[in-house]
């Protein structure tokens, strides 16, 4: 995989999201649960623009341009959304790897 970040746009899905986090904090600095998803969802991030993961990276990508053709893309943006607001919460991948194979679950589910 290059290091286009155009061809990993869950990258920066996953830094949307830990900014998302962020904000909740900053309008409750007692959100601890948010300040602790957010760290989880940059180190994800992090670990993905690091690691290569290749075979996994051709897998979604394969999954998702089969979705688009069948018109299910717009549900698998939807759930995979939803898992990265539950990630550092009830959802926790242990590293980027783990992320991208549930996003690999969520789009077979649609298969």
Do not use: C, F, K
């Amino acid at each position: 995989m290059g290091d286009d970040a155009a061809d990993r746009p869950e990258i920066d899905e996953l830094r949307r999201a830990a900014e998302w986090r962020r904000r909740l904090v900053d309008a409750d600095p007692g959100d601890s649960v948010s300040a602790a998803a957010a760290g989880v969802l940059e180190r994800l991030a992090d670990h993905l623009q690091r690691n290569d993961h290749a075979a996994l990276w051709t897998e979604l990508r394969s999954i998702g341009n089969w979705l688009g053709e069948s018109d299910a893309i717009s549900d698998y943006a939807d759930l995979a959304a939803d898992y990265r607001t539950r990630i550092g919460v009830s959802a926790h991948p242990g590293d980027g790897a783990d992320y991208l194979r549930e996003l690999l679950a969520i789009a077979r589910g649609l298969v």
